[in-house]
């Protein structure tokens, strides 16, 4: 089945129609130990260096898929959709004006943008998206999300390395093999088996931008730190909640993608903090790690505000910037088990 891509900053990408279209949704998550060269002719260097990333991955392999469908996220990367227009070779280049509210307004809205989706993808391709393939998508979606949901619950008691939960989610979003809920199916018994969580490592939550590159969550292991919760993308925002699986199909999607976690791309501040401390009430944690990618203004914004409200609520916090590399990065080290240290 081919792979019908979709550029997301967050998770506002209904990918449930491009899988009832006929195709495998694809995130674009570019890739860190390419050079960003080819995106850096259209864009300056001091843009988002992951948004860079993801133009340099499309600028290479769009023809290789079945089209792109560009999702409405924060202001930077908007400014995207021009370029890509212009300058990104692929046979489908769609606009999906995902909206910044969540309130009644909002979700009209957000149905009135996937009937403009479903037809655009209808008449590009001649297929059929009826609602009985869009409720099967449905399905499927949630099959995948309540299987993460106890990959997720086991790595605050068992020995789930940061590397072995980021690739389990990454698999599910960038890939999505035809067979990814056998493949889950594995996964929770084989890490059901594992030895117990690890005595000289510390649990923490990880909140902030997006982590696309596993070398990231290596250096968090190197410096004893086990993320056991967090309210990433590519992570529980993407499996924290699910669908409705009754009633108006798109209705169902309105309701999911206007409620799930909201990240700080959505001026939705309180949202934040409250499910960051509802995932601190649930689940015991020695500290907080918020980061965020440099040039990451929304996440940059929002750190002061949500990790006081986290230090109120008596948590530790670490709150850093960090480079898009997969180099070793030792003042990032440094940092990370001095705060460890302290605990």
């Keep these: 089945m081919k792979k019908l891509a979709y550029f997301d ?69 908007n400014r995207h959709y021009d370029i890509w227009k212009k300058h990104v070779e692929t046979p489908f280049l769609h606009w999906f004006n995902s909206p910044i509210k969540n309130d009644a307004a909002a979700r009209k809205f957000f149905i009135v943008e996937l009937k403009r989706l479903i037809k655009n993808l209808e008449d590009m391709y001649s297929v059929s998206i009826t609602d009985a393939a869009i409720r099967e ?12 949901q106890t990959l997720s619950s086991l790595r605050s008691s068992r020995d789930i390395p940061n590397r072995d939960y980021f690739t389990a989610v990454a698999a599910c979003i960038a890939n999505g093999p035809a067979n990814i809920v056998e493949m889950l199916d594995t996964r929770i018994q084989e890490w059901d088996a594992r030895p117990g969580f690890p005595a000289g490592k510390k649990r923490f939550l990880l909140t902030g931008s997006d982590v696309t590159y596993v070398e990231f969550m290596d250096i968090l292991d190197e410096c004893d730190i086990r993320v056991v919760r967090d309210d990433l993308s590519l992570g529980e925002r993407y499996y924290a909640t699910l ?92 940092r990370l088990m001095a705060f460890n240290e302290m605990l």
């Design 9 to 77: 900053s967050s998770h506002d990408m209904p990918e449930e129609i491009i899988r009832a279209a006929g195709f495998t949704p694809y995130k674009i998550l570019g890739d860190v130990r390419t050079s960003n060269d080819p995106a850096d002719q259209y864009l300056a260097k001091f843009f988002c260096p992951a948004a860079r990333s993801w133009l340099t991955e499309a600028l290479a392999h769009s023809q290789e898929w079945a089209g792109i469908i560009f999702a409405h996220g924060c202001d930077a990367t």
């Design 137 to 148: 998508a449905i399905i499927l979606s949630n099959e995948i999300k309540k299987r993460l």
């Design 243 to 334: 669908i409705p699986e009754t009633g108006d199909p798109l209705e169902a999607l309105a309701d999911y993608y206007l409620t799930i976690p909201r990240p700080a791309t959505r001026p939705t501040i309180q949202e934040r903090v409250d499910y960051l401390l509802g995932a601190l009430k649930e689940t015991a944690v020695d500290g907080v790690l918020s980061q965020n990618l440099k040039f990451c203004e929304p996440y940059a914004y929002d750190a002061v505000e949500v990790n006081n409200a986290i230090k109120d609520a008596g948590f530790r916090v670490l709150h850093l910037e960090r480079e898009f590399t997969a180099l070793p990065d030792q003042q990032l080290v440094n």
